[in-house]
């Protein structure tokens, strides 16, 4: 089959489009749709200047998701004085999973010369999520726990090393199941912190002088078109499933997704698209009113939290109790 845009051959059929694309048409297409949600989202100020740059600091775990986000975004803006990319990774401490990662992490950042970090879960709390999964103190999924820590280590670092924004690699698929699961569990509150917190435009948003604000430019785009983008760039992508990765729920909405999707191509950008309105409703009802509650800082560690203690501070000291 053709490419609909040129005389080469295809090497992807997009079904929810109709488009047969070449590789140079297809990567230039996933290119054009981040930096349209850049656009979209405000992500650049204009207040933002040679004198006074914006610093963007990446999510970078090594695999396909984030290896393309910093990719196009080093490409995007490498010659932009108003933008200063830094690059972090979090090593989890998981055996034979992460060391892989770190690799290809650091073969990407050399290669493009970015300003890279990297911090551990044994550095920081003392612990490895291999030995998290052992003791499991709360009896949850390792992805709740990971998912704790690293949220708190991508905001502490973005405040130490003074981000203006947070960005992260979830992809079409990733917010799609994330908007059904937080509808099938009836949490309007979420899904109005959902919207505030990562999928409004910074024009939209509510004033969060406790956190740097986060965006996801890789959100308009599929799991498997990131990972065709990554093979067709030859990207050092570590493409490995966590070992530790059993989140039974979402794995249930993933695969739902997926049959969905492949009985009616769009399904993913039509949830979305619906989910967003929905949301801003939702951002508006709760974003500044009673169901707003107020943010303490954590008496261990400092950080914005409801409680006395931050969670992450709660499930640090519940695993080293056992």
Not at 89 to 116: F, M, N, V, W
Not at 117 to 139: I, Q, T
């Amino acid at each position: 089959m053709d490419c609909d845009k040129c005389d080469r051959e295809a090497v992807m059929h997009a079904a929810y489009s109709g488009l047969h694309l070449c590789d140079d048409h297809f990567c230039r297409s996933v290119e054009k749709r981040l930096r349209r949600r850049i656009r979209d989202d405000d992500l650049l100020p204009a207040s933002a200047t040679p004198d006074d740059p914006q610093v963007w600091l990446v999510g970078l775990s090594g695999g396909k998701d984030s290896v393309v986000l910093t990719k196009i975004l080093h490409d995007t803006f490498a010659e932009d004085p108003r933008i200063e990319l830094v690059a972090l990774t979090i090593h989890e401490g998981i055996e034979g999973y992460r060391d892989k990662s770190l690799d290809a992490c650091l073969e990407l950042t050399d290669d493009l010369d970015i300003r890279h970090e990297v911090v551990s879960y044994e550095e920081e709390f003392d612990l490895r999520m291999d030995d998290v999964v052992e003791k499991d103190p709360e009896n949850m999924a390792a992805c709740a726990y990971c998912g704790v820590f690293r949220r708190d280590l991508l905001s502490k670092y973005a405040e130490e090393y003074g981000a203006d924004k947070l960005l992260t690699g979830h992809n079409l698929d990733d917010e799609a199941e994330t908007a059904l699961m937080n509808f099938l569990e009836g949490d309007v509150a979420q899904v109005a912190k959902h919207f505030d917190a990562s999928l409004a435009g910074f024009d939209e948003r509510s004033e969060q002088e406790e956190f740097v604000p986060r965006a996801k430019p890789l959100r308009d785009v599929p799991e498997k078109e990131v990972a065709l983008y990554a093979h067709l760039e030859n990207l050092p992508a570590h493409i490995t499933e966590c070992p530790h990765s059993s989140e039974a729920y979402r794995g249930e909405i993933q695969q739902l997704m997926l049959s969905l999707e492949e009985n009616h191509p769009g399904t993913r950008h039509s949830i979305m698209a619906g989910y967003e309105e929905l949301a801003k409703l939702a951002a508006g009802e709760f974003g500044a009113g009673e169901g707003k509650r107020e943010l303490n800082e954590c008496e261990r560690c400092g950080a914005p939290t409801t409680q006395d203690m931050c969670r992450k501070c709660s499930l640090v000291d519940a695993i080293h109790a056992v």
